[in-house]
C-alpha cells in the first residue's frame, strides 16, 4: 500500500524539455516511475527521452490518461503550470520548482480550493513509494520499500530519514517531502493524516523546521486521535537565532511557539517520540515498533 503516487501512477512531467525537466525525468524513468510523457508549449507532437511532448496538461490527460504531474517550471510560470494541472484533472501535483513568488501562490491555492486535486511543494523534493514511483529530485538508492511513512519539510533531511531507517532494518512505505516555502499545497498534518490512514505505514517519521506552526498542529491532530501509530519527530534549526531567516523561505522564527525548543515541547507532550539529532531516527523508530 502506499499513499499518493505508485506504480500505477500515470505521471507527466510539466516543463519536460528543459535541463531540469529532462535530467529528472531520465532518472525517474531509470528507477522505473511510470512516466508517460511530458509538457513543453510548443513542442507538442515531438517526442522526448522516448516519450511524447504535449503541448498542454489537457492534451497529457487526454491521451495518456496522466493522473500525476510533476512540475520543473521556472518560477514565473509556475503557479500558472499548477492551475493548468488542477484545471486538466490531474489527481496530484508535485511542484519541484523553488522561488515561486508568494502572490503568485496564494492564486494558485486558492484556485485548487474544491477541486479533487493534492498539491505536494513547491520547493520540495517530491514523493516516492520505494520500488514503485519515484517522482521527484530524491536519490532513490536510499530509499528501501517498508511500512515506516515519511513527513518532512526539508528535503536533505527526508534523504537522512530514510537512511536511518533503512540501516535500521525497517523500510519506508511512501516519503512526502513536503515542501519548506510559507504557502504550501499540503501542510505536515495533512501529510501525516495521509499515512495514518495507510493501513500499511506502522509508524512515521515527522520531520519540521523552525517557523510556522506545521507541526504543532500535527502534534496535536495525532493526539487528539489517541496516537494511533507512533511518530518519530525532529526539528532542524534548533541553534539558529530569533528572528533570521534560515534556508527554506518560511523557516523564520516570528513568536516564542515558532522555535526547534518549543516545536520539540509541544510534540513531546503530545506523545510524540523526540530526538535531539537526526542520527538518533532509526534507533528511535526501531524501538518504537518493537
Known amino acids: 500500500m502506499s499513499v499518493l503516487v505508485n506504480k500505477d501512477s500515470k505521471i507527466i512531467v510539466q516543463g519536460f ?21 511530458g509538457v513543453t508549449p510548443g513542442k507538442g507532437g515531438q517526442t522526448h527521452l522516448d516519450k511524447p511532448v504535449f503541448n498542454t496538461v489537457k492534451d497529457a490527460v ?39 513568488p508568494v502572490k503568485d501562490m496564494i492564486a494558485a491555492k486558492n ?5 479533487d486535486v493534492t498539491l505536494i511543494g513547491p520547493n520540495c523534493p517530491g514523493v516516492i513509494t520505494p520500488g514503485e514511483a519515484k517522482v521527484g529530485i530524491m536519490p ?32 519506508i512505505s511512501t516519503a512526502i ?3 519548506g516555502d510559507p504557502i504550501i499545497g499540503t501542510s505536515t498534518k495533512q501529510a501525516v493524516e495521509l499515512l495514518m490512514k495507510d493501513p500499511e505505514t506502522e509508524a512515521i517519521v515527522m520531520i519540521g523546521e523552525i517557523g510556522g506552526s506545521y507541526e504543532a498542529e ?3 491532530w495525532i493526539q487528539e486521535q489517541g496516537n494511533p501509530k507512533p511518530v518519530v519527530g525532529f526539528i532542524a534549526g534548533q541553534t539558529a537565532p530569533k528572528g533570521k531567516r534560515m534556508g527554506h523561505a518560511g523557516a523564520i522564527i516570528g513568536g516564542a511557539d515558532d522555535t526547534a525548543e518549543a ?11 523526540v530526538v535531539e539529532t537526526p542520527a538518533e531516527i532509526g534507533e528511535t523508530i526501531a524501538k518504537a515498533l518493537a
Open 111 to 115: 484556485y485548487l480550493k474544491g477541486k
Open 177 to 179: 517531502g513536503i515542501g
Open 17 to 37: 524539455t528543459g535541463t531540469e525537466g529532462t535530467f529528472h525525468a531520465s532518472q525517474m524513468i531509470e528507477y522505473g516511475s511510470n512516466v508517460v510523457g
Open 263 to 273: 516545536k520539540m515541547r509541544i510534540m513531546k507532550e503530545c506523545g510524540l517520540h
Open 218 to 220: 500535527a502534534a496535536k
Open 62 to 100: 487526454e491521451q495518456v490518461d496522466a493522473n500525476v504531474s510533476i512540475i520543473f517550471v521556472p518560477p514565473a510560470f509556475a503557479a500558472d503550470a499548477i492551475m493548468e494541472a488542477a484545471d486538466a484533472g490531474i489527481k496530484v501535483i508535485i511542484a519541484i520548482t523553488e522561488g515561486i
Open 140 to 171: 532513490g538508492f536510499v530509499f528501501k520499500s517498508g511500512k515506516v511513512g515519511i513527513v518532512s519539510k526539508s528535503g536533505t533531511l527526508t534523504y537522512e530519514a530514510a537512511d536511518q531507517v533503512v540501516k535500521a532494518g525497517l523500510g
